[in-house]
């Protein structure tokens, strides 16, 4: 069973940086792709930033530049570095796995309420960004 648990959340004031931690069970990281997402009050499910099994990166336009994903398979753990935090980036971050699909594909449908995230998200962990 696919266990994901989200940590690193926090509040910080406009500028500053946090990075996001996500503890998979075993295997995960192997056997899919992974992304991070997040939920404001008032607006749609946002993906965030995705990354494939070999490596390869995707990002929402509004994130591209300042966060960064990464993962190590070896400690089954997700992270999202997040840097030069906006007040717009105040939400739950959710870790997410789905099976292979094309990046920036998967980005664009997590806002979709029709169906679910992804195969496998987690509880989510809050960042809040005060100005």
């Known amino acids: 069973q696919v266990q994901l648990v989200e940590s690193g959340g926090g509040s910080v004031q406009a500028g500053g940086s946090l990075r996001l931690s996500c503890l998979a069970s075993t295997y995960t990281l192997n056997n899919f792709y992974m992304g991070w997402f997040r939920e404001a009050k008032g607006k749609e499910r946002e993906g965030v930033a995705a990354i494939a099994s070999d490596g390869d990166t995707s990002y929402a336009d509004s994130v591209k530049g300042r966060f960064t994903i990464s993962k190590d398979n070896a400690k089954n753990t997700l992270y999202l570095q997040m840097n030069s935090l906006t007040p717009e980036a105040t939400a739950m971050y959710y870790c997410?796995?789905?099976?292979?699909?094309?990046?920036?594909?998967?980005?664009?449908?997590?806002?979709?309420?029709?169906?679910?995230?992804?195969?496998?998200w987690g509880q989510g962990t809050q960042v809040t960004v005060s100005s």
């Open positions: 997410a796995a789905f099976t292979r699909a094309p990046l920036g594909w998967w980005l664009r449908t997590v806002s979709r309420t029709d169906i679910n995230p992804a195969n496998y």
